[in-house]
């Protein structure tokens, strides 16, 4: 019998990885906040995936933090400020040797969750794959990519990795997870504040292109700092590939701003000036890219932490 992925957060990516792993016959649960979440959700009938136009219902099952089945996998999808928290309202549940799956954007929720349940393993993982919600417990599949996992003390893959393989989750083992997340943390810091900024699609930043390479060149110099070499390698001719490839698209703190929600300012542009300042490195164009953010969040009447 499979060991159950138990989902916490339905957010794009949550509902992605858990239909897909339904739809591959494999044990799925779904964790909702509360108990009025929990209603909405048995309402819906299930998750629904739609792919290349068709929609999908699987029927996963769902259930509050306070359940009483041990978790041994516990896929963590909700958003970088969230996790902690999340994780912590689980952690009971927690078998001794549970399994946490990170998939959150930048870098500084992976430690907090990793200190908050120091007895359970903690994997990183790092995604190119595209989706957003167009309804509540449904989701779309915009764009195929790929997922990276790795973790950092404990190099040895799991063997569950055959579970993403049945559902068709293309995926990689990485040796140097943190290079992925750092180089990962670059191109978005690069790319999502300036959509939000200049209020476009990714392929309007090719009209700024000097801003685009001067943080580059500053976030190259982090990355190198940090003892990220291979991450800050050709760092800006991958940010214009992307910004190329995904002209059509909005970036995901464009999204979260279009939406009024919260981003997640803090674990990208704010982890990396912190972690400059911790360095003594002066980046004065990724700073003052932080303050106007910041400023133009307020203004909005958003968080900007």
Not at 74 to 96: I, S, T, W
Not at 230 to 237: K, S, Y
């Amino acid at each position: 019998m499979s060991t159950t992925w138990h989902v916490l957060g339905a957010g794009s990516l949550g509902t992605l990885w858990a239909t897909r792993l339904a739809r591959a016959s494999l044990p799925v649960r779904l964790i909702v906040r509360d108990a009025e979440r929990l209603l909405s959700y048995q309402a819906a009938g299930g998750l629904t995936l739609v792919e290349q136009g068709e929609a999908n219902t699987y029927d996963v099952p769902g259930e509050t933090p306070d359940a009483d089945e041990p978790i041994r996998r516990l896929l963590v999808a909700c958003k970088a400020y969230d996790a902690e928290n999340a994780v912590a309202g689980v952690a009971h549940r927690l078998a001794p040797d549970a399994e946490l799956i990170l998939l959150q954007n930048g870098l500084g929720s992976q430690e907090a969750v990793a200190n908050r349940v120091p007895q359970a393993r903690c994997i990183c993982a790092s995604s190119t794959e595209g989706a957003f919600r167009d309804g509540d417990w449904r989701v779309v599949f915009a764009g195929h990519g790929y997922t990276w996992l790795g973790d950092a003390g404990h190099p040895v893959p799991p063997f569950w990795l055959d579970d993403l393989e049945a559902a068709n989750i293309p995926h990689e083992w990485s040796a140097d997870i943190l290079t992925r997340l750092w180089r990962k943390l670059a191109l978005n810091c690069a790319i999502n504040p300036l959509t939000v900024l200049h209020d476009c699609r990714n392929g309007g930043l090719q009209q700024h292109h000097c801003e685009v390479a001067t943080l580059c060149s500053e976030l190259a110099e982090l990355l190198e700092r940090c003892g990220q070499p291979a991450a800050a390698d050709n760092l800006q001719p991958e940010v214009e590939r992307v910004i190329h490839a995904t002209a059509a698209n909005y970036s995901s703190m464009y999204q979260d701003v279009a939406n009024q929600r919260r981003t997640e300012i803090s674990y990208l542009l704010g982890h990396a000036c912190k972690v400059a300042e911790r360095h003594r490195l002066n980046l004065p164009h990724l700073k003052q890219l932080q303050q106007r953010l910041i400023a133009h969040l307020q203004r909005l009447g958003l968080p900007s932490d």
